[in-house]
């Protein structure tokens, strides 16, 4: 087994081919490097990213199998499409970014998100400000009560965390935001590693090479800019709890 790359800092945004990440599902990759906008820009790209601790140095990971949901494939279950016809949740776009990864970070239960380090925290609000990174907000009675955040390029949504204070707070954030990736023609959203909750959501599970194909496919042109929320859209998703909308806004009806 071979051991993973080592990336001088602040030296041009490199990566080796991830076909020689090491072989194991994490798929551990490079170390070292830097945290900058273009290396980050470049990660995506090639379906790289960074995840480590404080005590840690940058990893940087490409698992193979490769956990992903194509946007039509999405999974709402019938207790969901009842959160959503309630429409208690008011759900925004980049309003609340640097609230929202912040949140992601806390400590959980389950051990996650004690990884987003201040580090990352500053890198992604520069890809934020730079219109790369995107949140989406769940609000009840004026408070975020749910969320998450990732990093756009062309046609692929590279989903990193959630949470969520609320029952379903971040499910109903998730599914607005698969109705407007729909809306805009994208081709898939990564969810970087399998877990029971992405694939309650229609998540499943494709071959590393197969999603690099799909990245050398639909990540360019990369358009930079904030996002903004089509309330008609919302509007639609809570009645019908469907998110394939025809382009005059109308529902398809085959069911």
């Known amino acids: 087994m071979s051991a993973p790359y ?29 945290l900058s906008l273009t290396r980050l820009l470049a990660a995506y790209r090639h379906g790289i990213f ?8 940058i990893l940087w990971w490409s698992p193979d199998p490769r956990s992903v949901l194509f946007p039509e494939q999405l999974t709402i279950s019938r207790s969901l499409r009842k959160r959503l016809k309630k429409g208690d949740y008011q759900i925004t776009f980049d309003k609340a970014f640097a609230e929202v990864i912040q949140h992601c970070a806390e400590p959980r239960e389950d051990g ?18 730079a219109g790369h990174a995107h949140s989406v907000e769940a609000w009840y009675q004026n408070k975020l009560v749910g969320g998450l955040y990732g990093v756009a390029l062309g046609k692929v949504f590279f989903g990193e965390s959630m949470f969520a204070r609320r029952s379903d707070a971040s499910k109903v954030a998730f599914v607005t935001l698969v109705a407007h990736l729909r809306q805009w023609d994208f081709q898939l959203i990564d969810c970087q590693v399998e877990t029971a909750h992405l694939n309650s959501l229609g998540a499943s599970t494709i071959p590393r090479r197969e999603f690099t ?33 025809s382009a005059d806004n109308r529902v398809n009806s085959d069911e």
């Open 6 to 34: 080592w990336l001088p800092p602040h030296q041009p945004a490199w990566f080796p081919d991830v076909e020689l990440a090491l072989h194991d599902p994490d798929g551990l990759l490079a170390i070292g490097g830097d």
């Open 50 to 57: 960074p995840w480590y601790s404080d005590a840690q140095p």
């Open 112 to 129: 996650f998100g004690t990884w987003i380090t201040d580090e990352m925290q500053q890198a992604y609000q520069r890809l934020h400000e």
């Open 213 to 245: 194909r799909y990245l050398n496919n639909y990540c360019d042109p990369v358009v930079a800019g904030h996002w903004t929320t089509d309330l008609e859209w919302i509007r639609l998703l809570q009645e019908t709890g469907r998110t394939d909308f």
